[in-house]
């Protein structure tokens, strides 16, 4: 392998003008955290572009610890050389003599990023062009839809010379655009759904309701486990915090209106969301909703659960197919973990023939109807316990996710 620097190119943060500065900093922190078990790595910022020297490290390991940055466009391997049009022109052609395949057209692009380069553009192109077009006779060159096209970005620290890309996680950096509380359950939606938020710069903090002791220990462990999976993600610890729903949850079954259940659980479970989430200074409440997945995620249903909030609630799944879904829990890393056969509170409370569409004035009604109900929410929410979740814990996991990644062809 020739390639001894990764580039790293930013994504959506090129929009934001005055912040730019502010998050390109917090986007270079994440990376070297999320590299941070790959000491040989040494990490060079400029503008709109991180430079990242491999000193003899895996390009593979690196590659699959940028993949879980957000904020990052695409990233590739590359080979630095001097910054002259000989040095220029002899590196090309190692990076061409190294790849896997000789492809039938080709086109050269160089980005002079330091003026003071005494060559222009279109004349480096030209010079490398020539010289892999008389080592490699057989090549044509095709500027509108070129098979390769070798890139020279010339720097005043050097050049860096590459063939091939790969897409990052795209987004925001992590925590750019403002905190969020999630709500996280032990399925297979709501971690996408935090994926998907963090991705858009969403710093979050998760609440979970558990029915202890009519749910087991070990479902809120599955639930810790997600979390601290997430974190990961976050590039920091992240908040978890594990409501106790046991009491508001017996009451609701003691209505007499069993189709409701799920809607009166959902409110209130949004309602201490919401009491959390202005504790912890969140803008938004965030959930794994798919719409028409069950009876409480049809439009109906949405409409009198998600009126419990004056926050946003925010349902990054609602247009989501299932198997979408479930192909990016995969793809993150979550799947696994959510489909463990430990029981959540809801699944264990589920009447037989919940409403699809229920009615405000009578869930309202009955809430009303239950004595105390406004001080059983706000005591649930007082009495939360909050653990911290870091990514430390799962570098093991991580480490056996990156060797069944061993057999990926990058190149
Ligand atoms: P599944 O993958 O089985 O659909 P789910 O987590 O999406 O799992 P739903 O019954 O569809 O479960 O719940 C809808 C949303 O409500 C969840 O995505 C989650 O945001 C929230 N939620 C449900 N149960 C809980 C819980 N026990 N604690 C916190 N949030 C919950
Ligand atoms: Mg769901």
């Known amino acids: 392998m020739i390639y001894d620097f990764i580039t790293v190119r930013f994504g959506e943060i090129t929009l934001k003008g005055r912040n730019r500065g502010r998050f390109e900093q917090q986007l270079l922190r994440h990376v070297q955290d999320a590299l941070g078990h790959m000491p040989e790595l040494e990490f060079n910022k400029t503008y709109g572009r991180?430079?990242?020297?491999?000193?003899?490290?895996?390009?593979?390991?690196?590659?699959?610890?940028?993949?879980?940055?957000?904020?990052?466009?695409?990233?590739?391997?590359?080979?630095?050389?001097?910054?002259?049009?000989?040095?220029?022109?002899?590196?090309?052609?190692?990076?061409?003599?190294?790849?896997?395949?000789?492809?039938?057209?080709?086109?050269?692009?160089?980005?002079?990023?330091?003026?003071?380069?005494?060559?222009?553009?279109?004349?480096?192109?030209?010079?490398?062009?020539?010289?892999?077009?008389?080592?490699?006779?057989?090549?044509?060159?095709?500027?509108?839809?070129?098979?390769?096209?070798?890139?020279?970005?010339?720097?005043?620290?050097?050049?860096?010379?590459?063939?091939?890309?790969?897409?990052?996680?795209?987004?925001?950096?992590?925590?750019?655009n403002g905190k969020a509380m999630l709500l996280l359950s032990g399925g297979i939606d709501s971690p996408v759904a935090a994926w998907s938020a963090m991705r858009k710069g969403l710093e979050l903090e998760a609440v979970h309701f558990h029915s202890y002791p009519f749910t087991s220990e070990q479902s809120t462990d599955k639930v810790i486990e997600l979390a601290r999976w997430l974190s990961v993600y976050a590039?920091?610890?992240?908040?978890?915090?594990?409501v106790s729903f046991t009491d508001i949850q017996t009451r609701f079954t003691q209505t007499g209106q069993e189709h409701l259940t799920i809607t009166l659980m959902r409110r209130s479970m949004l309602a201490i969301a919401e009491l959390l989430a202005e504790k912890h200074g969140a803008g938004a409440v965030v959930t794994g909703?798919?719409?028409?997945?069950?009876?409480?995620?049809?439009?109906g249903s949405m409409n009198v659960?998600?009126?419990?909030?004056?926050?946003?609630?925010?349902?990054?799944?609602?247009?989501?197919?299932?198997?979408?879904?479930?192909?990016k829990a995969v793809q993150i890393g979550t799947y696994e973990t959510s489909i463990l056969p430990f029981e959540d509170c809801c699944t264990l409370f589920v009447p037989k023939s919940p409403s699809t569409n229920p009615n405000l004035r009578v869930v309202e009604r009955t809430e009303q109807s239950i004595e105390g109900l406004g001080d059983m929410v706000r005591l649930a929410a007082e009495n939360t316990e909050t653990i911290v979740l870091s990514r430390g814990e799962i570098i093991k996991r991580k480490s056996a996710v990156l060797q069944e990644s061993e057999d990926r062809d990058w190149f």
């Open 50 to 176: 991180i430079y990242i020297k491999l000193n003899g490290a895996s390009y593979k390991e690196a590659a699959a610890g940028l993949g879980k940055v957000f904020g990052i466009h695409s990233f590739s391997p590359v080979k630095r050389t001097e910054s002259d049009a000989d040095s220029i022109r002899e590196t090309a052609l190692e990076v061409w003599k190294s790849l896997p395949k000789e492809p039938a057209t080709f086109k050269v692009s160089t980005k002079r990023g330091w003026k003071g380069f005494p060559h222009p553009s279109y004349d480096m192109n030209h010079i490398v062009g020539s010289a892999i077009l008389r080592a490699y006779p057989g090549l044509a060159v095709d500027v509108h839809r070129p098979e390769t096209e070798l890139r020279v970005d010339i720097q005043p620290e050097g050049t860096y010379l590459y063939c091939a890309s790969e897409p990052g996680a795209g987004g925001f950096p992590y925590g750019t």
């Open 235 to 242: 590039g920091k610890p992240l908040k978890l915090h594990l």
């Open 289 to 299: 909703d798919s719409l028409g997945q069950v009876a409480s995620q049809t439009l």
């Open 305 to 327: 659960i998600g009126r419990t909030l004056s926050l946003p609630l925010l349902r990054p799944l609602v247009m989501m197919d299932k198997q979408e879904i479930i192909d």
